[in-house]
């Protein structure tokens, strides 16, 4: 029986904002989601999410980039 699952690292999703590549997440739970993870597990506080302009997904953003749209 082959196995149906994907080998290798895991590459999300991403797209194009401004000048950098950010990490698309398909709801905003999702994204809430892992703003809490990345809080926990690396200290990282203060992500907010937001809708991509140029997408059907979500973004995290961190408190200077919020300041500056």
């Known amino acids: ?3 149906k ?3 290798g690292p895991y590459e999300p999703k991403k797209c194009w904002v ?3 590549q950010k990490i698309c ?3 905003r739970d999702e ?3 892992a703003a809490r993870v ?6 990282i506080s203060g992500l907010g999410v937001y809708k991509c ?5 979500w973004h995290l953003t961190g408190s200077e980039e919020r300041e500056s749209k």
């Open 25 to 27: 997440y398909a709801t």
């Open 38 to 43: 990345a809080e926990y597990e690396h200290g």
């Open 53 to 57: 302009e140029y997408g059907d997904h």
């Open 31 to 33: 994204a809430e989601v």
């Open 18 to 20: 401004g000048e950098s």
């Open 5 to 7: 699952f994907a080998t």
């Open 1 to 3: 029986m082959r196995n």
